[in-house]
C-alpha cells in the first residue's frame, strides 16, 4: 500500500500490539501494518 492507495482511506481505529505491529480500521477494510508493509486482513465468509 502507498500513498496512492491511501487517499481517500478513512481511519476509524489505531492500534499497536505487544509484538508492535499497527492494526487499522478503516472504511476498506482492517489492515496490519508491520513497519515494512500493510496487509489487508480478510474473513471468509465477511461481507465486503
Given at each position: 500500500?502507498?500513498?496512492?492507495?491511501?487517499?481517500?482511506?478513512?481511519?476509524?481505529?489505531?492500534?499497536?500490539?505487544?509484538?508492535?505491529?499497527?492494526?487499522?480500521?478503516?472504511?476498506n477494510?482492517?489492515?496490519?501494518?508491520?513497519c515494512?508493509?500493510?496487509?489487508?486482513?480478510?474473513?471468509?465468509?465477511?461481507?465486503?
Amino acid at each position: 500500500m502507498d500513498e496512492k492507495e491511501l487517499s481517500g482511506v478513512d481511519a476509524y481505529s489505531i492500534f499497536q500490539d505487544d509484538e508492535r505491529d499497527y492494526w487499522f480500521a478503516t472504511n476498506n477494510g482492517l489492515y496490519k501494518y508491520d513497519c515494512f508493509e500493510f496487509e489487508r486482513i480478510t474473513v471468509e465468509h465477511a461481507k465486503e
